[in-house]
């Protein structure tokens, strides 16, 4: 595919974002028939997002970190895209619903980088992974899908263009340093309208949600983009992924890290 039918891919699917719409699909001239054309489409997304006013590139996202998320897309490892300031807030915020199609949360850890990553000594092993995080933080993604069907039915590469169907981040109150959490195994609930909806844990998360960051880092290594000083890595989600409605009120327990509050109004 040349770079015209990529740029046409994501500006549709900007436009569709902005207008809070859904896509039953993309042409065919312009559909990305592989991984690498479904992530040469996210990036010109990710520049789409970018002309927005007050909006930063904070980090990135990591989907598909665990094995009932990789079995319903039929997919063998995990995916990536883009978290951005002005889609992202902190526990206390209130969500306009809206402003989303078909929302689903996620609770998830996130890390933050301590300095720009060097690229030259990659490969990196999980034991240096802690060389390169600053600190970890409670985090929730809320997810959504441009596509107007079923998500079995969307494929990898749909859902790696539509910035792997990453719509909105908040975070905890607090970072933490890494020695004071046990990330292979540390509890997380779910409360929903102040009732238990779900549980989960860290070791969901390809085991440890190191593993994910390592993922990523060696993954965007290959292609010769490092993570900089300051973004934040969100690592996937604990639990199964819970759908969204309006006049929620969402609190995420994340033990010693303490409470992810929000209302989806």
């Not at 969901?204 to 949600?209: H, S």
């Amino acid at each position: 595919m040349k770079k015209e039918k990529y740029t046409r891919a994501a500006n549709i699917l900007f436009d569709y974002r902005k207008n809070k719409k859904r896509l039953d699909n993309l042409p065919i001239d312009c559909t990305p028939n592989n991984i690498e054309e479904a992530y040469e489409i996210q990036e010109e997304l990710k520049i789409k997002y970018l002309t927005l006013k007050n909006n930063n590139l904070i980090g990135k996202k990591v989907g598909c970190t665990n094995e009932w998320a990789q079995k319903q897309i039929n997919v063998e490892e995990p995916f990536y895209g883009n978290l951005f300031s002005k889609y992202s807030s902190v526990s206390g915020c209130d969500l306009l619903s809206n402003n989303f199609s078909e929302p689903y949360m996620e609770p998830e850890f996130s890390f933050r980088i301590k300095e720009d990553i060097n690229i030259a000594n990659a490969p990196f092993t999980f034991d240096q992974i802690k060389d390169l995080t600053d600190t970890v933080m409670a985090s929730v993604e809320i997810v959504d899908f441009r596509f107007n069907k079923e998500l079995k039915n969307i494929g990898i590469n749909n859902l790696i263009s539509t910035n792997a169907a990453s719509e909105y981040w908040i975070k905890g109150l607090k970072e933490f340093k890494l020695n004071e959490i046990n990330l292979s195994n540390h509890p997380v609930k779910v409360f929903i309208n102040d009732k238990l909806k779900e549980e989960g844990n860290s070791s969901n998360v390809l085991g440890n949600p190191f593993n994910s960051l390592l993922w990523l880092i060696n993954k965007l290594s290959l292609k010769g983009e490092p993570l900089l000083k300051d973004y934040v890595v969100s690592t996937g989600t604990c639990t199964v992924a819970i759908p969204l409605e309006k006049n929620y009120k969402v609190r995420v327990d994340f033990a010693n890290m303490g409470n992810i509050d929000f209302q989806f109004i």
